[in-house]
């Protein structure tokens, strides 16, 4: 105790400054691990670890294992089971797509962050799969009045009618926060796939036939609104000349904008130039002109989809400003807001801190040593930097 004094007031000095950013790193983030290493410990996320230690994934994982934000939505090893993938072609790009589809890159997003939904951009942006005017597929994430939260809501691409779920939320990391999820989310298909899985094909022979669907399928960035077969099956709809169908059908596409929230009031011009669509929102029930919204949000590669009870018609011009495309979309909400300002804020503060803390070390050790001079010397002359720590008593 009474030995080396100084050293043991630097130790503490040095202690307490740990201990401060630690608390500081503890307080504001939970774990004191990375994502990468987390998963790596934790035993129902193995399968999980061993996927992301194959070649192909390992600047993910390099990401996971830095002081860059990432949200990451972990399946557990019985996910992975029951879904079936054979994961033995893990270095194939299929799995290094879908895992790139469960993280959410420079943004730490907790559950108390989805009030009650949030769109964002994942890692997955392998051109063969994604068709999005801005940034990699999204996740559409919700959550229940009773606070469970759910991934892509189940219509994602049609194979499935079970949402992903979250079963343990919020681990937070030093680089960003894990959410452990019940299923292993799918990446979207494409418009005609989706169709097809959910059975419209009325819509795809008649958007075939009108020499739409391939347009429909591969354009970057789409809203589209499908009719189901009953509403294609009215008498009305059904004797339209085939030039008024390609009008028709186009009245049902939005191009080069996709729309995850839809508001009350809303007016957006279609692909048919000139004619707008009309959006009402009344009880959560969404309705478009004459239709209403079945299924919403359904993503696709290339945007979003909704299946609707009506065949659309064209509203008789009056009344609602058309919006452009540009300017009016679901980014505007959950999009690209907050990002990772908070996390550098946090990061900057702590390395300040801890720099400020050696620099404030360094002066004391030198004014203590200097204290010690005066004190123990009578005929001081030396500098500081000349006092053996050894040689004091
Ligand atoms: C995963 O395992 C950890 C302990 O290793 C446990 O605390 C946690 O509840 C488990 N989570 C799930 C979702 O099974
Ligand atoms: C996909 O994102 C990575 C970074 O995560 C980037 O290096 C790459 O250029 C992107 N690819 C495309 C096709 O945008
Ligand atoms: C739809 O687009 C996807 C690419 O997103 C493509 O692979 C597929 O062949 C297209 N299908 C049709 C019928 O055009």
Same mark, same amino acid.
């Given at each position: 105790?009474?030995? &080396? ?8 000095? $040095? ?38 230690? +194959?070649?192909? $994934? ?14 990451? &939505? ?11 993938? !054979? ?38 942006? #392998? ?9 990699? %597929?999204?996740?559409?994430?919700? *959550?229940?009045?009773?606070? !469970?939260?759910?991934?892509? =809501? ?10 992903? /779920?979250?079963? %343990? ?12 999820? !019940? ?8 418009? &005609? ?22 347009? &429909? ?42 729309? +995850?929230?839809?508001? @009350? ?9 000139? /004619? ?10 969404? +309705? ?20 609707? #009870? @009506?065949?659309?018609?064209?509203? #008789? ?26 996390? *550098? ?25 200097? +204290? ?5 010397? *009578? ?8 006092? =053996? ?5």
């Amino acid at each position: 105790m009474y030995f &080396f004094p100084w050293v043991q007031f630097i130790q503490k000095f $040095l202690l307490l400054v740990i201990i401060f950013s630690n608390n500081y790193i503890s307080n504001a983030l939970g774990q004191t691990v990375t994502i990468a290493r987390y998963i790596q410990t934790t035993d129902n996320l193995s399968t999980l670890s061993q996927i992301l230690s +194959y070649p192909g $994934l390992a600047d993910l994982f390099t990401l996971l294992n830095s002081t860059v934000a990432v949200t990451l &939505f972990a399946p557990t090893n019985e996910a992975f089971l029951s879904s079936g993938i !054979d994961l033995t072609n893990a270095n194939g790009a299929f799995v290094s797509n879908l895992i790139r589809y469960h993280a959410v890159p420079d943004r730490e997003i907790l559950s108390k962050d989805l009030m009650p939904s949030l769109v964002v951009n994942t890692l997955l942006n #392998d051109s063969s799969l994604v068709h999005l005017p801005n940034g990699g %597929q999204v996740l559409y994430l919700m *959550k229940s009045i009773q606070g !469970d939260i759910t991934i892509n =809501n189940g219509n994602s691409n049609g194979n499935s009618n079970l949402p992903v /779920k979250i079963i %343990q939320m919020d681990i937070v990391c030093t680089n960003g926060v894990i959410h452990i999820i !019940d299923s292993v989310i799918l990446p979207p298909l494409s418009l &005609f796939d989706t169709a097809n899985n959910l059975g419209l094909t009325q819509f795809i022979n008649i958007s075939t036939n009108a020499n739409l669907l391939s347009n &429909f399928n591969t354009t970057i960035g789409m809203t589209i609104f499908v009719p189901t077969n009953d509403a294609f099956n009215r008498p009305n709809i059904l004797s339209i000349g085939s030039t008024e169908k390609i009008s028709l059908l186009k009245l049902h596409a939005i191009i080069g904008t996709v729309i +995850y929230e839809i508001k @009350d009031g809303m007016d957006i011009e279609s692909s048919d130039t000139g /004619k707008k669509l009309h959006f009402t929102v009344k009880n959560d029930t969404i +309705y478009v002109n004459n239709g209403k919204v079945e299924k919403s949000d359904i993503l696709l590669q290339n945007g979003v989809m909704y299946v609707i #009870d @009506d065949v659309l018609l064209p509203l #008789d011009g009056s009344g609602g400003n058309v919006v452009s495309n540009n300017s009016t979309n679901g980014f505007d909400n959950g999009y690209n807001v907050q990002g990772t300002s908070d996390k *550098k804020l946090i990061v900057g503060t702590v390395l300040g801190g801890i720099c400020g803390g050696i620099v404030i070390s360094l002066f004391s050790c030198m004014l203590y040593k200097w +204290y010690r001079a005066q004190k123990n010397s *009578k005929s001081v002359t030396t500098s500081p930097t000349s006092i =053996n720590i050894n040689n004091k008593r």
